[in-house]
């Protein structure tokens, strides 16, 4: 498959645990972040987004925790599955721009 | 309805030459951005065109352009390719810019 980044940080897990993505921003101006998952060979594929409004929100079996006062992002999957396999990437954009910030991504494995 | 298309999905050229990609929106999205992906460098934004106007300019050089027509479809020129240019050229486009970003699958561009 194609790599997306060299020496990501890689998460590597057993199927049914739960994993814990984290993301660090660096622009306290940032008021929307996005969470996209790249499997091999394909785009980014959209997650879930949170607005610096809300600390919390929820989708199916995912959750994306937000904590501004240490610029912290992170997104949480319930009973990882082997599909879930993929490169993890964070995207920060500030109001009025419509241009995001990617992280360098993390590698989730799961292993069956 | 349809996601997010890209042609052609692989491509390979020489130094020198020139290279145009295409994307095709989701039916009704009037923004279209493009973002350079690379192991070392990651997602790069290029740049965010609507309504037929480049509203939006990432930090490349005058080599890479782009143009969008007047059905929201999107081509990218890359004239006088670098080796350094190989990479997957993604496509996303979102209704408006302010919103969610959907991804093509991207166009691996091979300069050799």
């Known amino acids: 498959g194609e790599s997306v980044g060299l020496h990501l940080p890689t998460l590597s897990v057993q199927e049914g645990d739960n994993s814990i993505i984290n993301c660090a921003y660096s622009n306290s101006a940032s008021d929307y972040f996005i969470w996209y998952k790249q499997e091999s060979g394909k785009g980014p594929q959209f997650i879930i987004d949170i607005r610096s409004n809300m600390d919390k929100r929820q989708g199916q079996r995912v959750t994306v925790l937000l904590n501004k006062t240490v610029k912290h992002l992170s997104l949480q999957i319930a009973a990882t599955q082997p599909g879930d396999s993929a490169v993890y990437f964070c995207a920060e954009r500030t109001g009025g721009s419509y241009i995001p910030t990617f992280g360098r991504g993390t590698s989730l494995i799961v292993h069956p | 309805k349809a996601g997010v298309t890209q042609t052609p999905r692989y491509l390979i050229k020489t130094r020198g030459q020139q290279v145009t990609l295409s994307c095709s929106p989701i039916?009704?999205?009037?923004?279209v951005s493009w973002y350079q992906q690379t192991p070392g460098q990651g997602l790069q934004f290029l740049f965010e065109?609507?309504?037929?106007?480049?509203?939006n300019k990432g930090n490349f050089p005058g080599r890479f352009s782009g143009r969008q027509f007047s059905n929201s479809r999107s081509e990218m020129n890359v004239s006088t390719l670098e080796l350094g240019d190989s990479a997957l050229y993604l496509c996303?486009?979102?209704?408006?810019?302010?919103?969610?970003?959907?991804f093509g699958p991207g166009t691996r561009l091979t300069v050799l």
């Open positions: 065109y609507f309504s037929e106007t480049q509203r």
């Open positions: 039916s009704g999205h009037r923004s």
């Open positions: 996303a486009s979102s209704f408006n810019g302010d919103d969610t970003q959907y």
